[in-house]
């Protein structure tokens, strides 16, 4: 039977289809119309899910790693011949517009083959003709896995392709308020990958929990809130759980004096809205160098103006909603904050009764470094434009602070600009580009931003343990 993507939402476990007795509802954040119901899972429908996965975890394990290798690149063929329903899916469930979901889509099928290609060497440490050393990756067992709502689909596929390819086998639980195509993925998945390899339940936060807690889970690869990250190592420590924690950001791009204004504005200005700003490292603080800090806020202002917001599914839309309304409280409470502290807005600032969680895009002319706007990740579409006139001054201000995601920094000396970002305290650094990723490069924060890394090796390796084997090579000396 065909898959129907915008129906019948069921979760995967062991293979099989599974509804709830409960269930949550899903919303369209352009319009706040209910678009779906879908199961919210009982501690028992997860123990089931765990013990699934469980169950599957030797045989997994065993298949030699060229078998999990292709069928990692499987679920990327799969998605990709559903792609154009999963984007319109995508943009229905999270509000993206069209472009945004075709990228995300296509990244996560990109990520699938480019994963489909690692493996973890065996190190040999020591050999001769008495005895070898050798160090191996073991995959940890069940990874429980938590992802936002920001990027659904490609978060996800972060830690499955890894996961799998490691020789785990996984329980996969969406944010609430984006599960539609996380079980969509796990519906098309069923008879593709062996059952129980990938579980995907879906539910409340009560249900992130109980798989941070839950004594058969081996390992919890996390994306989300700082806030939330760290009741998860707390709770993760029931059992010793590994974890490896994806977390938020408040990234500073640092434009010095030697760029044309009018040629980057839009390049800065997509830096910090794209996917309306609800993006882990967009450049959520513009420090802009004195002697062109007036042209480029201008320019900025006039490319923004130019920006269509509206529902994602429309022609031309290039931006959308805030995807849900716990989040769009927030921004809109960041907004007030900023408004009686008399902090002056050049673009946006007000929020327009009307239906759809909008934020207008909402630029802010160099507020104090202590401002809320400043020091908080606003996760949407507030950006607090800061002059600096010394370089020494602004590494200290882009550093100060408990994140440590990302950064940039945009010149036309290359090596200039390079020097600053080899100071600036953050696991990934831009120069002259942004929101580059690859499967090969790591992507992890610093300080309360993560733990770990995704991507790389060393994120592949994240989901794995390390096993020394000792052999002498002479028989066992048995005692009489
Ligand atoms: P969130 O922390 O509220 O939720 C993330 C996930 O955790 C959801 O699936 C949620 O149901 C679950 N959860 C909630 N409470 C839990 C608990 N007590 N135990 C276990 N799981 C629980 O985050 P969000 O609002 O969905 O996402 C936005 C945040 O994510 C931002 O801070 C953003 O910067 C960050 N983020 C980081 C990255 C990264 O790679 N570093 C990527 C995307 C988003």
């Known amino acids: 039977m065909a898959l129907d993507l915008f129906n019948d939402y069921t979760m995967t476990i062991d293979g ?9 509802e899903a919303h369209n954040p352009a319009t706040e119309a209910v678009i779906a119901h879908v199961p919210d899972a009982s501690r028992e429908q997860l123990d089931a899910a765990v013990a699934s996965a469980k169950a599957a975890f030797p045989a997994w394990a065993a298949r030699p790693v060229e078998e999990r290798q292709a069928l990692v690149a499987k679920i990327g063929e799969v998605m990709q011949e ?11 469930e999270q509000g993206k517009a069209k472009a945004g979901a075709d990228w995300e889509i296509g990244g996560s099928i990109a990520w699938c083959g480019g994963i489909a290609t690692q493996s973890l060497p065996v190190r040999i440490i020591e050999e001769d003709e008495h005895r070898t050393v050798e160090m191996r990756h073991v995959p940890v067992g069940v990874v429980g ?70 004594p058969d889970i081996a390992k919890i690869s996390f994306t989300g809130s700082t806030e ?65 800090y007036d042209e480029l806020r201008d320019e900025l202002v006039e490319y923004a103006r130019t920006v269509k917001m509206g529902d994602g599914s429309q022609q031309g839309v290039q931006l959308g909603p805030i995807q849900n309304k716990m989040q769009f409280e927030k921004v809109k409470d960041l907004l007030a904050d900023a408004k009686a502290n008399g902090y002056e807005a050049v673009l946006g600032g007000e929020v327009p009764e009307g239906a759809g969680y909008f934020v207008p895009v909402t630029i802010y002319d160099n507020p104090p470094e202590d401002a809320r706007v400043v020091k908080e990740e606003a996760f949407g579409p507030v950006l ?32 200039k600009a390079k020097a600053i970002g080899e100071r600036i305290e953050a696991g990934v650094i ?51």
């Open 16 to 24: 099989k289809a599974e509804t709830a007795a409960a269930t949550i």
């Open 82 to 92: 559903h792609a154009e329903e999963l984007s319109r899916l995508l943009t229905l």
């Open 145 to 214: 896995a938590i992802t936002p709502w920001n990027f659904p689909i490609l978060l996800a596929i972060w830690k499955i392709a890894p996961a799998l390819v490691a020789g785990n086998t996984m329980v996969l639980k969406p944010s609430p308020y984006t599960p539609l195509c996380t079980l969509k993925i796990g519906e098309m998945l069923r008879g593709v990958l062996p059952d129980g390899v990938l579980n995907v339940v879906s539910g409340g936060n009560d249900l992130g929990a109980w798989m941070t807690g839950h």
């Open 228 to 292: 939330t990250g760290k009741k998860v190592m707390q709770s993760a420590s029931s059992n010793l759980k590994g974890i490896t924690l994806e977390l938020g950001g408040n990234d500073p791009a640092i434009v010095l004096p030697d760029v044309d204004p009018k040629q980057m504005a839009k390049e800065l200005f997509w830096a910090a809205f794209q996917n309306s700003a609800q993006f882990c490292c967009a450049a959520k603080r513009l420090y802009i160098h004195d002697d062109i």
């Open 384 to 415: 607090p434009l800061m002059r600096f006139t010394d370089i020494e001054d602004v590494i200290a201000r882009a550093n100060d602070t408990d994140m440590g995601l990302a950064a940039s920094v945009w010149s036309s000396d290359w090596t």
């Open 430 to 480: 831009w120069i002259n580009e942004i929101h580059t990723f690859s499967p090969f490069a790591s992507f992890g924060g610093h300080k309360q931003s993560g733990i770990g890394v995704t991507n790389a090796h060393e994120g592949l390796a994240e989901f794995t343990n390390l096993q020394t084997i000792n052999t002498r090579k002479e028989p066992a000396v048995t005692i009489a």
